[in-house]
């Protein structure tokens, strides 16, 4: 993940009449910025958990009533989701995941070609359809050659691997990378070098109060505290003219400081290197030369110069083994105490004394990457999708990122085929998608998102990623606002392996990560499903570019070997899911809810938690930036004292949002009137099949009516009004307006606000026809 995951896949089989897939349901069957989740503390031990099961598991019940179903329609769908839950198995996914680790898999590599191949195969066999491998001939990046040597004021030679220890065979494959980093420029230099801290705007600001200039230099940053996409640093180093980035995992961020290290613990020993991509795919994502458009063979290419996605700068990570001998030679000021680190010795600046050798040279060129898609298709609405996906290619062997959530995506499919085969299907299509490039760039879900973009914005009810299942037992769920009342409800029906529900389980680990956070605010259903959605991974596409719903499913814990070769089978079998429970859930979960969504008689959209949300994001934009008044009072100086107009000329200090707001509070009553009119309706136990689907496709349509054609201004791919993310990947909600403010540009931030006004308007009006419609009133009310 982080440079980002995913892919995706469709397909279809013969014809059912309307109620055959839930006819088949008479007899019983049984069957997770994810980089700050990495620094966790360690939850419940292994014993202690054993002991919790016994004395607290108690079974998990059937729902009633389910958001989006009639009560008839709850019992069929209780019965196929007890059907499906009884299949998946830990030892199944403990022997996929042993599959997929077995070797390394980057991107555009021979194994990672032969595991899609292996996908789509095992597809077909459990009688998935429409099975069928994408190529997409991108812009890639491998390795040729790395080096770095410390030159003055004493010689050393980095050396950028990692070594085996005891009981993990797998360190010994030959196969494993030196140290890289994807789409780092080639070039060589001999620099001095400068310590920049996290490599974050801020640093350098210090750097240059104190008289240190990095233009031409060498900079050594470390991964986190504050943590910040790699992407960035880059662009920040190269932005500030630096000749060369060296990015090191510092123990105290994922070392010895958090705790035992692999082989005896989670945390990440001396020689881990965290690899990964240093793409700007906060600019655009997917493939550099098509940008906005899929890179499927012929397509149209920009050169290289143009595309904004492609650093300048060259790049290395490094281990702390590497970078010690460094930082214990440097000279200049002693850096600021939230500067040093968990080595043994005073971290310094530098700038002088340090002198380093940096050559890489690099294959950065069009290669082929593919895509697996599949599909259950839909006995009786097949052109209605619920798209899920994982992505296939990891930085070596990607135990936790990505095979843990590949491992559940293959039992996903195994046991919604074997239902299949039986008879038993949903009543929407469910496309199932195996993503590469996703640690690129988000690569393969992009261009396949680009490639199917108009047919995605028909058909496309939702789409649920799983970058990886689980690095530990704390559950964190991602969704659109719209859609988390639905996630909570799906968490009462699946149990936990500490024995309580995985609601309990959520809300409790929710509530101690507040605690250790010194946030004030309690936990509730309200806001336990994380509704600020950064970047980083392959929901991107589908939220920011197509305008679908999206949710994302992780558990994590104490995790300090990312994309390193540390990552692997042995990792996960002693500290990250021993005995596959976790796997196994994430499977339940991923299945249910798209099973929910394939099967609601009307789709369970809250759009007044939505309109709450969008509240909230507003009130936070206000709160953060006191420029702002958003009831359209006077500004302090008294500038627009006498004016209707809250930006008159020269005077632009200030933005007024009471129009947004008005738009948010009508969008909210609209919201609340349908959701009592759907209750109403589903309640009476029946309703007209011509009637839901007008219903249902019209709030599909919600999610679209928050895209801007034009783009958030600077990156007009990612066209979401209210969804976005900072350079750093981190959430930025209002991206559009939130920047304009930010940057106090008062024009832009009018214009942004008028959008998202518009944009609530037009929800409004179409939520308030749809309940026309719903209860069969013949005026609509007004917008």
Partial sequence: MDSTCGDASRRSPRKFSAHSAFQALSSPHRRSPREERRHRKPGVPLL??????????????????????????????????????????????????????????????????????????QWRQEGLEDVVIRRYDVYGSNPKFTSLEMVAPVHYRAVLREMPVPGDPDLKNKSISSAWSGMSASGEVTAPLVYAHSGNPEDYDLLRKQGIDVKGKVVLVRYSNPYSYRGFKALTAEREGAAAILIYSDPAEDGFKKGKVVPNGPWGPEYHIQRGSITYDFMVPGDPLTPGWASIPGAKRIPVEQAVSIPKIMALPLSWHDAKPLLAQMDGPIAPDNWQGGLPLKYRLGGRRVRVHVKIEMDNSTQPYYVVEGRIRGAELPDEWIVVGNHRDAWVFGGVDPSSGTASMMELTRSLGKLARQGVRPRRTIVVCSWDGEEMGLTGSTEWGEQFADELRKKAIAYINVDSSTSGPNFHGQAVASLAPMLVETAHTLQDPSGKSLYEAWKESSTREHREAKQTEDVTDANLADTRIGSGSDHTVFL????????????????????????????????????????????????????????????????????????????????????????????????????????????????????????????????????????????????????????????????????????????????????????????????????????????????????????????????????????????????
């Fill in 544 to 783: 920011n570019f197509v305008g679908m719903p999206v949710l994302g499913l992780q558990f994590d814990g104490p995790y300090g070997v990312y994309h390193s070769a540390y990552d692997d089978f042995f990792w996960m079998n002693h500290f990250g899911d021993p005995g596959y429970r976790y796997h196994t859930l994430m499977t339940q979960l991923w299945g249910v809810l798209a099973l929910r969504l394939a099967n609601a008689d009307l789709l369970p959209f809250d759009f007044a938690s939505y309109a709450d949300n969008i509240r909230q994001f507003v009130n936070e934009l206000a709160k953060n930036n006191t420029v702002i008044l958003s009831e359209g009072t006077v500004p302090p100086n008294g500038a627009a004292a006498q004016s209707k107009d809250p930006f008159p000329s020269g005077a632009a200090t200030h933005l007024d949002l009471s129009g947004v707001r008005k738009a948010i509070d009508d969008f909210e009553a609209a919201g609340k009137r349908l959701d009592d009119s759907a209750s109403r309706v589903l309640a009476s136990g029946a309703i007209d099949s011509k009637l839901a689907a007008t219903i249902n496709h019209g709030t599909m349509q919600v999610e679209r009516n928050w895209l801007n054609p034009d783009g958030i201004p600077g990156r007009p791919w990612f066209k979401h009004i209210l969804y976005g993310a900072r350079f750093t990947y981190a959430h930025l909600e209002l991206p559009g307006l939130t920047e304009a403010v930010e940057k106090q540009d008062w024009p832009t931030a009018k214009q942004q606000a008028e959008i998202l006004q518009q944009a609530l308007i037009n929800n409004t009006k179409l939520v308030n026809d749809l309940n026309s419609t719903l209860t069969g009133e013949t005026s609509a009310r007004g917008n």
């Fill in 48 to 121: 202690g958990m054993l002991v919790l099961l016994l004395c607290t598991s108690r079974p998990v019940r059937s729902q009633t009533s389910i958001l989006g179903f009639t009560p008839s329609s709850a019992t069929r769908e209780n019965q196929f989701e007890t059907k499906f839950k009884a299949i998946p198995s830990p030892d199944e996914e403990r022997r996929q995941n042993h599959l997929f680790t077995a070797e390394p898999h980057v991107a555009g590599s021979p194994r990672n070609n032969e595991l899609a191949r292996y996908i789509a195969d």
